[in-house]
């Protein structure tokens, strides 16, 4: 587990916009970068995967290398 620094987010998951009739305003909500949401889903599974002798801190550094992984492909 090397640990690559991404510095791809692969912008926002999620992003919302709420409108606010009284101001006429707009304002936005950029939610989490699609990074941290395919991190987030692939340390799900490698919690669920209880064979293995890992730290939390290495499931941490797998999960984002994993989503840097799917970010190279998905480009």
């Not at 009284?22 to 990074?35: D, K, N, Q, V």
């Not at 002798?53 to 840097?68: C, N, Q, S």
């Amino acid at each position: 587990m090397g640990g690559m620094k991404n510095t791809n987010s692969g912008g926002p998951a999620f992003p919302m916009g709420e409108h606010h009739e009284a101001e006429g305003i707009m304002m936005a909500h950029p939610g989490m970068t699609l990074r941290d949401w395919f991190a987030g889903q692939a340390l799900a599974g490698l919690c669920f995967d209880s064979d293995t002798a890992r730290t939390t801190t290495e499931d941490a550094i797998l999960a984002y290398e994993l989503a840097d992984a799917m970010l190279k492909e998905r480009s």
